[in-house]
């Protein structure tokens, strides 16, 4: 069964401080990894995507890793901000019927001033 | 939100009551999907659509019915026989096919509470 796990559920920053967030998956055959930063009470917004061969990729204060071989990725935010604030939801597509998507739980974030 | 609308934002059902969800893309997208999403679960798809006239049952379609008469459009009914039907509503709409970059674009979403 596809699956992907997130960790923490949960954290707490200061403001300026950096963080990393986890994602495990078991999708296969594997196609992309996207993480996507959703605001409360929204919709999710792509932050990045990274295929097989990709095993870094950065969007500003935002940077994602991809280990294909152990099926992670890290999300990693540099310098947080208040705006930060928000959940960051792994998403993992699978290679066949059309990329079903196959999404985590998500990190809940709150950056404190 | 990448020119996808969703209405109503809040929507309140009282129990026995069939309630739709408007979802309009003019991003000119071949395939339109919704999820549900509870708190601390990742997001569930419902129903999708690959073209118009076409629609297929996702992983939780029991409860819900869908249509699919317009490329625009994907209204999403929530039926009295969707047993826990509170829930945050999202529509998504992307490219249809094989493509390894097809981004699925989220609409801002609809929370129905049922009373």
């Known amino acids: 069964k596809n699956q992907v796990e997130q960790s923490p559920q949960s954290l707490i920053i200061l403001e300026g401080k950096n963080c990393t967030l986890q994602c495990n998956y078991t999708v296969s055959p594997f196609s992309n990894l996207r993480w996507y930063k959703q605001d409360t009470g929204r919709g999710p917004v792509s932050l990045t995507i990274m295929t097989f061969s990709e095993n870094t990729k950065s969007n500003g204060r935002y940077t994602a890793t991809l280990d294909a071989d152990t099926k992670q990725s890290s999300l990693h935010i540099t310098a947080s901000q208040l705006s930060d604030s928000a959940s960051y939801i792994c998403?993992?597509?699978?290679?066949?019927?059309?990329?079903?998507?196959?999404f985590g739980g998500g990190t809940r974030v709150l950056v404190k001033p | 939100d990448g020119g996808i609308t969703q209405s109503p934002k809040y929507l309140f059902r009282k129990e026995g009551q069939n309630v739709t969800l408007s979802c309009e893309q003019n991003l000119n997208h071949d395939a339109m999907y919704w999820y549900r999403q509870d708190p601390g679960q990742g997001l569930r798809l419902i129903y999708y659509s690959q073209i118009v006239n076409d629609f297929q049952k996702g992983d939780i379609a029991e409860g819900y019915s869908v249509s699919r008469e317009k490329k625009e459009s994907f209204p999403l009914t929530v039926t009295s026989a969707q047993k826990n039907p509170t829930a945050f509503y999202l529509c998504?709409?992307?490219?249809w096919g094989r493509g390894t970059r097809n981004e699925q674009f989220f609409g801002p979403g609809t929370r129905l509470t049922v009373l």
């Open positions: 998403v993992v597509s699978a290679a066949a019927a059309g990329n079903k998507l196959t």
């Open positions: 998504a709409s992307s490219i």
